[in-house]
């Protein structure tokens, strides 16, 4: 079996075309507000494409840059500065925050109306009940990701590998609400090779490379690797290369779908941030 490659930028692609094409149509001018506190490198590369995608789709964008030892009330008072800008339909300050900032707080002094990453505790509650929310961009795309390969979840066995308020929880979540029975595992489950071959749905997100094993897939199963880890590159020794949290090569194998790293979830998890500004600017137009 020779798994199918789920072509994450493809879907991501169309989902753009399809938000910059609503937005023309309800003559919406969204805006979404990026916060960067420092200089992580990799942190400034995904909000410059952030920025660049969200001008493309007809979109405002602004970046506010901010010195690594920005004060956590310095911080505060930027984002209360946000949520108070007409102008701005999402906010998003970009994680991880340096140490003295408890990235907590700053979540949750985001409007929940302007939470676009769907991070804020009142969005988080509103998902686990069900009810509207903005839903976290990266479990939202991995979503699409799956459904691009079945539409009827219904009684699928669903494994999800990790167990963060960023992807693992909020994926149950929507596993659970396609109708699938889910189980949550993470580095510390028992028996986790076998956890894992019994899912026909497979999302991992555990920050480790290559780290689920060829034959831990259950032939036929849709494996989304959330997983973004850069490496030593063994082919071209002083470079670095990006591998997901699945050894891509061996799953590919068992797998009926798989998506790859990079080029697999992550172009998919800037569509949905672009996709929720968009219904934010909708809501507040009355148009949604």
Known sequence: MTARIIDGAAVAKKLRQDIAAEVAAKKLTPGLAVVLVGEDPASQVYVRNKGRAAEETGMKSWTHRMPVETTQDQLLAMVNQLNNDPDVHGILVQLPLP????????????????DVDGFHPVNAGRLNLSLPCFVPCTPQGSMILIREVEQNLAGKKAVVLGRSNIVGKPVAQLLLQADCTVTITHSRTKNLPEECRAADILVAAIGKPAFVK???????????????????????????????????????????????????????????????????????????
């Open 214 to 288: 060829g034959d831990w897939v259950k032939p036929g199963a849709i494996v989304i690797d959330v997983g973004i880890n850069r490496i030593d590159d063994t082919a071209n020794p002083g470079k670095s290369k990006l591998v997901g949290d699945v050894d891509f090569a061996a799953a590919s194998v068992h797998a009926g779908a798989i998506t790859p790293v990079p080029g697999g979830v992550g172009p998919m998890t800037i569509a949905c941030l672009l996709k929720n500004t968009m219904q934010s600017a909708a809501m507040k137009a009355g148009v949604a």
């Open 99 to 114: 140490k003295q900032i408890d990235s907590q707080i700053i979540i949750a002094a985001i409007d929940p109306a302007k």
